[in-house]
Structures are given as structure tokens and as C-alpha cells.
């Protein structure tokens, strides 16, 4: 406890030192982020935004500040179609998740709106995250297709053994047939094409 008290700022000097030193803690923490971060105003300008979201933007951080956040995250002039910032900014509990697409190329983003309180507890700001969900997208669609082949598949495999079944009775009744019948009998060329006929469609089913 002693040794904590001492680095306490005592001056006024030191305390701004002291928040300055927390300025920067906090600035690095965020621009360690991979995920575009900004902190937004209720009328869509940035605050700040850490190095991500810059870069995403090909601006310098100090350019991002006082840009409208769809201008800078989408190139657009208006919110991006799904926003849940303003229902954020009306205070409601836990922060608001919505998707992001086809607003930054091809890219799929995941997006959540979180609030920022003021010292009397009121929203000054919204917490604004996006996070790239793209190759996600992609291998849960590639997953899901491959669910879907598989089911055909075994769609498939059971209508090609429902019909193999009297396939192969035909095959052998009308093989039976030409063993019995002489080939100058009128029927022998019918029962001929019979077998062959059901030789074309096993060989279709396999």
C-alpha cells in the first residue's frame, strides 16, 4: 500500500504526466487491435478510431477524426443498411451486433455498436467494432454444401438400390427366358431387348 501511494501524483505536473502516460496505454492497447475500432458521436462522427480502422481507410489516424463513420468504414454518404448505432445510443442494454455486407467489396463484416457514459451516467458515445468474418462465411458455406452433397449422395445411394432391386429380377427372369425359348420363336427378339434394355439401366443407376 505504502509503495502504491508514492506513485501517486502529487503535483499538477505530475498528473498530467500521469494521464497522458494512461492516454497512451490506452491508444496502444487499441491500436494493437487487428479489428477496426472507433468511438463515435450520436451524429456518426468519429471521435477516434484506432490503426486498423485508419488503414482500412488508407488515411492517417489524425484524418480519420471528425469524419462521418460510414464515409470512412463504407465510402458511403448515408449510415450503412443494418446499423444498430442509434438503438445503441438509446440506451439499450448490452451491446447491438449486426452484419456488414457487400458494403466493403466483397468482404463480410460483424459489427457491434456498444455505448460509452459520461461521468453523470449519461451515452456520450457509441463503441464501434467491426470484425472480418469473410473466410468464416465462406467455410461455413462451403460446410454447408458439402452437408447438402452428402445428403444427395444419400439420396442417391437409396433410390440406386430401390431400383436395382427389380432391375435384377427383370435381368434374371428374361435371362431365364432365353434359356427356354428357341430363337426362332416370334418372343425371342422382344425378351432380347428386354435384357438389354435392363443392362442400359443398371449400368445408368451404377
Given at each position: 500500500m505504502s509503495s502504491a501511494r508514492k506513485q501517486k501524483p502529487k503535483t499538477a505536473d505530475e498528473l498530467v504526466r500521469f494521464v497522458e502516460d494512461l492516454k497512451r496505454q490506452w491508444m496502444s492497447t487499441i491500436d494493437a487491435m487487428v479489428d477496426p475500432l472507433m468511438i463515435v458521436a450520436k451524429d456518426y462522427s468519429i471521435r477516434k478510431a484506432n490503426k486498423a480502422m485508419a488503414r482500412i481507410a488508407g488515411l492517417d489516424v489524425k484524418a480519420v477524426v471528425g469524419e462521418k463513420c460510414h464515409k470512412v468504414f463504407a465510402g458511403r454518404d448515408k449510415p450503412c443498411v443494418g446499423c444498430k448505432m442509434r438503438e445503441t445510443a438509446k440506451g439499450k442494454d448490452g451491446p447491438e451486433t449486426f452484419e456488414v455486407d457487400g458494403i466493403r467489396g466483397d468482404?463480410?463484416?460483424?459489427?457491434?455498436?456498444?455505448?460509452?457514459?459520461?461521468?453523470?451516467?449519461?451515452?456520450?458515445?457509441?463503441?464501434?467494432?467491426y470484425r472480418d468474418r469473410t473466410e468464416a462465411r465462406c467455410m461455413q458455406e462451403q460446410l454447408s454444401q458439402q452437408e447438402k452433397l452428402a445428403s444427395i449422395g444419400l439420396l442417391a445411394g437409396g433410390v440406386a438400390h430401390e431400383i436395382n432391386n427389380?432391375?435384377?429380377?427383370?435381368?434374371?427372369?428374361?435371362?431365364?427366358?432365353?434359356?427356354?425359348?428357341?430363337?426362332?420363336?416370334?418372343?425371342?427378339?422382344?425378351?432380347v431387348e428386354i435384357e438389354a434394355a435392363t443392362q442400359r439401366c443398371k449400368a445408368i443407376v451404377e
Amino acid at each position: 500500500m505504502s509503495s502504491a501511494r508514492k506513485q501517486k501524483p502529487k503535483t499538477a505536473d505530475e498528473l498530467v504526466r500521469f494521464v497522458e502516460d494512461l492516454k497512451r496505454q490506452w491508444m496502444s492497447t487499441i491500436d494493437a487491435m487487428v479489428d477496426p475500432l472507433m468511438i463515435v458521436a450520436k451524429d456518426y462522427s468519429i471521435r477516434k478510431a484506432n490503426k486498423a480502422m485508419a488503414r482500412i481507410a488508407g488515411l492517417d489516424v489524425k484524418a480519420v477524426v471528425g469524419e462521418k463513420c460510414h464515409k470512412v468504414f463504407a465510402g458511403r454518404d448515408k449510415p450503412c443498411v443494418g446499423c444498430k448505432m442509434r438503438e445503441t445510443a438509446k440506451g439499450k442494454d448490452g451491446p447491438e451486433t449486426f452484419e456488414v455486407d457487400g458494403i466493403r467489396g466483397d468482404r463480410f463484416y460483424e459489427a457491434s455498436s456498444q455505448p460509452v457514459y459520461d461521468a453523470q451516467g449519461a451515452i456520450d458515445g457509441i463503441v464501434q467494432v467491426y470484425r472480418d468474418r469473410t473466410e468464416a462465411r465462406c467455410m461455413q458455406e462451403q460446410l454447408s454444401q458439402q452437408e447438402k452433397l452428402a445428403s444427395i449422395g444419400l439420396l442417391a445411394g437409396g433410390v440406386a438400390h430401390e431400383i436395382n432391386n427389380p432391375l435384377g429380377g427383370i435381368l434374371i427372369f428374361s435371362q431365364m427366358l432365353l434359356r427356354e425359348l428357341s430363337k426362332d420363336s416370334p418372343h425371342y427378339p422382344d425378351v432380347v431387348e428386354i435384357e438389354a434394355a435392363t443392362q442400359r439401366c443398371k449400368a445408368i443407376v451404377e
